[in-house]
């Protein structure tokens, strides 16, 4: 503590007050950061605090939740609270879940929470949590704790460690903790490593070398008998560096003056880090070789600098028999456990790298064995404890990456996969390893690794299944190459399905059957490993869906149909609700409601392709839960493709149940991804939906300058799922505006009156609007012949908002009034017509202007009164004041609300005013110690309040609002 007066009082000013708070002490190795920690715990403890101690730890720092499940471990009762011992080992597997007999004064957590918990605890029943969610759910915790009397404090060490996941986690909760008296949070980091928390926007101490009269009296104070000459060495080599200070003086009294001298001198120019790490290593050279075994399986399973207070992380090697070690200043041993624990980081880096390569791979062994119960940690071990080829531990990693994958973990699993790839015993399993790397780097959006990954697995051609998967999710992603694309994929699927040694060189995971809908093949058993086909033709199926046009989706059926047994109910499935729901959609309904009830064990890309073809049948509204607990899992280390289509089939479920200002928000978020990463097709399919929102709402200029883009960049290509939905939204903002010649010409484009364009899948989506359209343009004839091919062609029995619409536009076109009121009474009666409420709301407002003409104002009202709040509440202006001018026709005058603006946080007010003079999100971010992605996060927020959609237009939206919110 010499020299640190500025920070002891910082850090007990930090430590006793009231208020929640975080902060960041940021330091070089050896400066001092530890005991600094050391002393906030002391502090808080004599304080009466709850003092809950980790440590970022290297070997887990690609395992999600590693170090929060340290930090929770002693605030939340086990259902077996022993912690595991490294010897011996116990083969019975213990269960880390929240114990449901909590004892006598355990918070009683919320199902949510439990649940948030049980997956940070290793054994999840579900998928891991969003930061958000996981976040308020520690948040609540924490608060509970403390509204006991006793405030928390905790302490992080090595934070540069942490995983990913955690660090997210920790940064969402340091940030909260102003509002939350009694809980704070200090983290220590190494200045000169990358760390998570980096972009966490925490407060931040930097922690210095000492100044030369503080270094000067810090050595005399512990080395009060150094000669002249090696004083000066010391303090001209440690740089003011405290641990150096310590240290440096020890390690010259081990031998000759002189020589120890030259040995210094020797490392000059050399990292201060690394020079103590010179000296721990000829101390370790003196260890016996089973103290340096113990020390070394200790460091390899991350074994605590200095673990403090609370019972250990589960399944960690705990080292025995190393008084030696203690004795020499390596290690110490922490009190009231008793347990031993490296004195430093430096001395775990300096048993590892002392360690020869056959003495790692046999405490990786050990280790391995340890984590037996925990795949994924295990992976990690077998992988570093393996040389020559061995198929147990391949199949071992790649089991290891598949749990990695469903819980989030994609990219990880890439690693994982790739390893197993080069143990394994043939060349059949080392492609087929490859070829799933390539294919899962492929998700995580890392395609330049995809295509390596993929000639690595069939060197010599480009043509093999795995690049042909890699070339083409590339061409289309990013290119939208949907033509050529489509050839090159029906080539490789035919040449899979007619090669003799098909099942021999799929590179795909041949066990697969564990999952719902793997099995339930037609005329087919599990145990099939096709994987790779089915890969290849649900990539096949994507690419005719955006096509979009009939020849491609023929050709694609064909395709499917001489596959015969090895077409899976899936591919059937996906080829007949995305294609053509009108000809081919009936009966799937149920089968996707099954094949949804295990979506926890599947692929993200698997609960994607399920959730479209949910869309197309309008079910997708109880798969959307599920949805906004993976996405930004998926989003952060998972597949990112998956996440981004996640994010649109959000936003159609906000746009489809009127939750139109949380659509815009996501929407923009979906941009802002798919403009960052590139990818050209989903930036433009998330255009044409925010156009669809702009048309719904009114704001036709906005609408249609969207449709504008998305066109110029669809239409050449032809991709005509998006051409579509541009001529769909022409009809809808010319409708909004009352242009119905110009709703009705758009509405043709996308199928004639009176039939249903085959592949045409807003044929059935823009059913009411061409209707109304025709109706408003003197069409009744062709109005009512489209409602009745709509009826003939049993739209009703294929999804709740057709059976809405069908009934809404029969109608509207009814001949007689009986027909008409029974068609209005079935259409709003309809169990799930208020899921759509905009195409309600238009048909209630239809259902009082016919009832008005026909049997006066009073009849009218209850429908207009209907509709008109309907429109006041989604935010659609345009049909707001229609349904308002009928009801003042009707003799009501109702007063529309007064609209009411959400004010900018003060975050988003500077990150808009900074935007607005022309930075970009990276160079906001830099300005303001914030992420691209937080940044760009603050402006899909701030551009809804605001009242824009493009960053052009911040300028002159800044000026029309109030001053921002005060500055925290």
Known sequence: MVGRDGERARLSAFVLAPDGQALVLRGEAGVGKSTLLDLAARLAAEDGQLVVRATGVEAESGLPHAGLHQLLYPLLPTSDDRPCDGRPFDDRPTDHRLSDNRPSGAPQLGAAARAAFDAVFGRPDGPPPPVMALGIAVLDLLSWTASKGRPVLLVLDDGQWLDEASAEVCGFVGRRLAGRPGVKLLVAVRGDTASPFDTAALPEAPIGALADADATRLLDLHHPRLGRQVRGLVLEQAGGNPLALLELPAHLADGPGDRAGQDLLGLHGVPLPRRIQEIYAARL??????????????????????????????????????????????????????????????????????????????????????HREYPERRAIHLAAATVDPEEGVAADLEAAAR?????????????????????????????????????????????????????????????SPAAVLADSYLALYRDGEVRATHRRIVAAVERLRDSPDRGHHLPGLADRHDLPGRADRVGQGP??????????????????????????????????????????????????????????????????????????????????????????????????????????????????????????????????????????????????????????????????????????????????????????????????????????????????????????????????????????????????????????????????????????????????????VTHGALAMTAEDDTEASAHYARAQSHPAAERFPFELARIRLAHGIAVRRLHGAAAARLPLTQAAKAFDRLGAPAWSARAHAELRAAGVAPQAPAPTSIPLTWQERRVAELAAGGLTNKEIGEQMRLSPRTVSAHLYRAFPKLGITTRAALRDALTRVSQPTPAP
């Open 285 to 370: 050279a003196r260890l016996g070789d089973t103290v340096r075994a113990e020390l070394l399986r200790g460091a390899l399973d991350g074994a605590a600098a200095r673990p403090g207070d609370g019972p250990a992380s589960i399944a960690r090697y705990r080292m025995r028999e190393v008084d030696e070690a203690v004795a020499c200043g390596l290690l110490v041993v922490e009190p009231g456990a008793g347990e031993f624990a490296f004195r430093h980081p430096l001395v775990r880096s300096s048993v590892v790298q002392l360690a020869t390569p056959d003495q790692r791979r046999a405490a990786h062994r050990v280790l391995a064995q340890l």
């Open 403 to 463: 749990s990695a994958t469903r819980r989030g973990g994609a990219r990880l699993a890439v690693s994982w996969l790739t390893r197993a790839a080069e143990l394994s015993e043939t060349r059949v399993d080392r492609s087929r390893r490859l070829g799933e790397a390539a294919y899962v780097a492929g998700q995580t959006d890392h395609l330049g690794r995809a295509r390596s990954l993929a000639l690595a697995a069939a060197p010599g051609t480009d043509e």
């Open 527 to 804: 145990d099939r490993p096709d994987e790779v086909l089915d890969r290849l033709v649900s990539l096949l199926l994507a690419v005719s869906q955006y096509a979009g046009d009939r020849a491609t989706w023929r050709r694609t059926h064909e395709v499917l149909a001489t596959l015969g047994d090895l077409a899976t109910e899936r591919a059937w499935m996906y080829g007949s609700t995305w294609s053509d729901v009108v000809r081919h959609g009936a009966g799937w309904s149920r089968r996707v409601e099954r094949a949804s009830a295990g979506l926890e064990e599947q692929d993200p890309w698997d609960v994607t392709r399920l959730a479209v073809s949910a869309y197309h049948l309008d079910v997708l509204s109880p798969l959307r839960p599920y949805l906004e607990r993976v996405v930004d899992r998926e989003l952060d280390t998972g597949a990112m493709s998956s996440g981004i289509v996640m994010l649109h089939l959000v936003l159609l479920d906000q746009l489809a149940l009127g939750q139109w200002d949380a659509a815009e928000r996501t929407g923009h978020r979906a941009l802002a991804l798919a403009t960052e990463r590139g990818h050209g097709l989903f930036a433009h399919q998330t255009r044409a939906y925010l156009a669809q929102l702009a048309a719904v709402r009114g704001r036709t200029a906005e609408a249609r300058e969207l449709q504008t883009a998305v066109e110029a960049w669809a239409r050449p290509r032809g991709v005509g799922f998006l051409t579509q939905i541009a001529d769909a939204v022409g009809a809808t903002a010319a409708l909004s505006a009352g242009d119905y010649e110009t709703a009705f010409l758009h509405a043709i484009g996308i199928t004639p009156p009176g039939a249903f364009r085959p592949y045409a899948y807003q044929a059935s989506r823009t059913l009411l609007d061409l209707v109304e359209a025709a109706l408003h343009t003197g069409r009744a004839e062709q109005a009512r012949a489209h409602a009745l091919a709509a009826r003939d062609a049993g739209l009703p029995d294929l999804s709740p908002r057709l059976a809405l």
